[in-house]
Structures are given as C-alpha cells and as structure tokens.
C-alpha cells in the first residue's frame, strides 16, 4: 500500500483509485489509432471522430486578444465576469435566438468553458440523495458531478423511435420526487437531433409540475442547417422561470482550446453558480472575455461555418448510405449518428458499437465515436481536417475538392469492408 492508497476520496474509487483495468473510450480510440497507423504508416488515417472544430478561431478573436492582453487594465483578476463580455452575451441572445428581455448584470455569468459550468451546477442544487435526470448518450459531466456529491443520475435515454427526445413521463414517481436537475442538450451531441418548440413547451411544464431546474447546453444551438432555424430554451414563455441555458463559443466560433462561455436564465439560479463560482475560481482573462464579446457580435462567422459542415454532411451522408448505414443529415451540430452494423462479410462480428468502432480504425483506418448507451451507434463528425491550398487555388477552391477526395476515400474503405447491418441494407 503507497502512501496515498488510504488517503482517496470514495467519489474517485478510494483505495482503487488508479488500479481499474478499464480503459476510458476516448483513450481506447487513441491506443486503436496509435496502433493502426504504426502498422500502417504509408496508409493516412480518415479522422471522423473528432469532436472539436477544424478551423482556428477568428482573425478577430486573435486580433482583440492580442491587442487587449497588453493592456493594463486587463491585469486583473475578472472574478464572475466583465460587463461587456455579459451584455454581448445578452445581445446574441436576442439577435440569434430572438431571446428578448435577459438582463446582462443578473442573468448571465460566464463560464471558464462550458464543462466548468456543469461541474459547478450540481453544487449548486445536489445534496445526498437527490438525483439528476441526464440524457443518454450525452455529455456526463453533470451526472458526474452529481454523484460525486451523495446523489444519483437518472438516465433519459435517447431512441430514433422518440425522435432522440427523452420520454419525460418515463420517469418513475419514486425519482421524480428527488430529482433537482433535468440536463438536455438541444442541437444534440450525438444525434445531431433538434428540439421543437412543443417539446420545450412540455419541458417548461414538466419542470414546474415536479419542481425541477432545467439546465439547457446549448453548446451547438446556432450550427443547425436547411432552413431551420436556431432555437433557445429561453426563447419558451416561462422557461426562466424554471432554468438556465449554457452557452459555448468552443463550436460556433471555433474556440475550443480558448476556454469561454456563459451561462443566461433565471436570475436565482445564476446567483447560485455565482456563488460557487467565487469559491472555484476568480475568472477567465479579461482579454480572452474581450476577445469574446468581439465575436459575438459577429453572426456571420458562425454563418460560414455552418455553410462548411452543411456542404460536407452533404458528401459523407450519402457515402455513409452508400455502405448500408441509416445515416440521415443532421438537424444541427457536426455529427453523423447511425446505427453500427453487426458482421463483416469476410466473417468480423461485433457484439457492440466500441467492438466495430475499434475494428474500422485498426482495418480500414477510419476513426469514429462509438456509443453503446441507448443501441449500437456511431458518430462520424464533419470536422475533419483537409490539406492546405495550393497556388492559383483559392483556399476554399482547395478545400472543397480535398472533401470530395476524402469521402471518396472513405467510401472506398467503407465498401471494401462489406459491411452487414442488422437491418437491410440502404442503398
């Protein structure tokens, strides 16, 4: 026994911490990834799993920070937001989700990422044998987090056949009578499924029936495509009444490594993550909230990102049909959800979607996210990346057939893999 084996908390395994033999599904990814290009060096490997933006952020995102991180005034310690970074966020609202009437002093805080917002948000409202009500598949953090703190997560499970929605009055009553929490995710990662006004409407009333707080990431709510249109929780009469929406500037303004977001609704619960805040941390870099408000104003470059994934679903949605999967163009966000097959036609058999996923890399050097949680699913994303421009070649000129190439590319892997699927094959 080391010095520390006695001394871990329960929440992170106590005394076995450190000695799980499991291994975590993004790290088992980069060993398959790691493995099929050492044995395949000569072959380039199709990154479709990657769950972050291509693209660096903004010249104008760059431009404010460097200007701003000079500046000595921007020193100091932001502690629970600057006020222009907090209107700008008030602004978006209104000026992309038509979210009227949030007050920037006391209904919007931002966040040092969104991931720290729902770190923080149980603290907030979970005591020992509460629970949280979490979409599944979906970002755990919140679930997590409630754990962590003597309560339990509820999983709403996310099927094809409810239009990947969760059946709210599945909860048993037994739950519903602790439950604090309701976490949604609308644009939806893994899905890509969109929300309704009526299904939000139902969530507004649900969440005041059982007295519930609902908490909104919104993390892809502007990346949504053909005509529709974004759509907030806030937007829903009475929806501040019974939550908060979070927001990330990680998707829709290719910020991720930046570290900013924010989170707008009810005036009470924003209190409460202030509260929790003080006592985490004193603030993002007054700079990089500069550099953000600067962008928020901006529209159009979400616009232009939002063109770019809708061209590429456009390719690889029916390369992915052309290989038997039941892949449909995605509402919102940058991923492709369909359903894994079961066999290969050269006699591969896959019990799950990890056992294929991990098969495509190390065979045909493809990478996707496999999630087992609600049925045998993939994720492919459109974020992969492409090569430079070449010269007399406008940058976009270049990328456009560089997509075109890769999704060939994949579609060749993809057929030469003969995929059988549990159900006919579409074609």
Not at 102 to 127: C, N, Q, R, W
Not at 269 to 275: H, K, P, R, S
Not at 344 to 368: H, K, M, P, Y
Not at 389 to 408: C, D, L, M, Q
Request: charged share 25%; aromatic share 10%.
């Amino acid at each position: 026994m080391s010095f520390f084996t006695d001394r871990f908390a329960g929440r992170i395994g106590g005394a076995s911490f450190g000695k799980s033999v499991e291994i975590f599904k993004f790290e088992a990814i980069k060993r398959a990834k790691r493995a099929a290009v050492a044995a395949h060096p000569d072959i380039p490997l199709i990154d479709l799993g990657v769950g972050e933006p291509d693209e660096s952020a903004s010249p104008l995102a760059v431009e404010t920070l460097a200007r701003e991180a000079g500046r000595p005034e921007n020193r100091l310690y932001a502690d629970n937001g600057i006020p222009e970074f907090k209107s700008a966020a008030a602004m978006y609202l209104e000026r992309i989700f038509g979210v009227s009437g949030i007050d920037p002093e006391t209904e919007v805080m931002h966040a040092i990422g969104t991931k720290s917002a729902y770190a923080m948000l149980p603290l907030a409202f979970i005591d020992p044998g509460d629970v949280a009500l979490v979409t599944v598949p979906g970002y755990p953090i919140l679930g997590t987090h409630a754990r962590y703190l003597g309560g339990e997560a509820f999983p709403l499970l996310l099927k094809k056949e409810n239009g990947f929605l969760p059946d709210l009055a599945s909860v048993p009553r037994d739950v519903l009578s602790r439950a604090k929490l309701l976490y949604l995710n609308y644009p939806n990662n893994p899905t890509g499924a969109q929300a309704s006004e009526s299904f939000f409407r139902d969530v507004v009333a649900f969440a005041r029936d059982n007295r519930i707080v609902v908490v909104h990431d919104a993390a892809y709510g502007a990346l949504v495509y053909d005509g529709r249109k974004p759509l907030s929780f806030l937007s829903i009469p009475g929806a501040k009444d019974v939550g908060v929406e979070i927001h990330s500037l990680s998707k829709s303004f290719n910020m991720t490594g930046w570290r900013l977001g924010f989170v707008a609704g009810n005036a009470e619960a924003i209190a409460a993550y202030a509260c929790v805040k003080d006592n985490v941390d004193s603030g993002q870099f007054r700079a990089m909230q500069k550099a953000g408000a600067a962008v928020l104003g901006k529209p159009e470059l979400t616009e232009r990102a939002r063109a770019r994934y809708s061209r590429r679903f456009d390719l690889l949605v029916p390369a992915l049909r052309k290989a038997g999967f039941d892949a449909e163009k995605s509402a919102g966000t940058f991923y492709c959800y369909a359903r894994s097959p079961v066999a290969t036609a050269s006699g591969a058999r896959f019990s799950c979607a990890a056992d294929f996923s991990d098969w495509l890399i190390r065979e045909r050097l493809v990478s996707t996210v496999p999630w087992d949680e609600a049925g045998p699913y993939v994720r492919f994303s459109v974020t992969f990346e492409t090569e430079g421009g070449g010269p007399g070649v406008s940058n976009e000129e270049h990328e456009v057939e560089a997509e075109k190439r890769i999704i060939a590319e994949l579609a060749e892997r993809l057929k030469s893999a003969q995929l059988i699927f549990a159900q006919p094959a579409l074609h």
